[in-house]
């Protein structure tokens, strides 16, 4: 079973964590799954860039990313080379280590 390890972030998870997953669902789901409340504004419909990540090992493990997805990547906050939304990001075989920027573009979010 694949491994999603998080890396520490301020608010949605200040110590990191270890999440055992399958392959085949998005990154998104499985955050939401294991209590890491990433943001999802569009509710995972590839609408906005809330769910923005950083791949920051096994990045070439995932299908690559569709025009769409980096037509909205180009307006997220942060972005650089690893970045790929967490809705359309789809755990395959092998571990990923992500990131989660430390902001967000969303405009009104329900959690703040």
């Known amino acids: 079973m694949p491994q999603i390890i998080v890396l520490p972030h ?21 955050l939401l799954a294991n209590d890491v409340e990433i943001e999802h504004a569009c509710e995972m419909s590839n609408a906005c860039t809330t769910c923005h990540i950083y791949l920051r090992e096994g990045f ?9 997805e980096d037509d909205l990547l180009d307006k997220a906050w942060g972005l650089d080379p ?7 990001t789809i755990v395959g075989d092998t571990d990923l280590v992500i990131e989660i920027p430390k902001y967000t573009i969303n405009q009104v979010s329900e959690n703040h």
Request: aromatic share 0%.
């Open 10 to 30: 301020h608010e949605l998870c200040p110590e990191g964590t270890v999440i055992e997953t399958q392959s085949g669902i998005s990154v998104c789901d499985a």
């Open 60 to 68: 070439d493990s995932v299908e690559e990313s569709d025009e769409t």
């Open 82 to 88: 690893e970045s790929r939304l967490s809705c359309q």
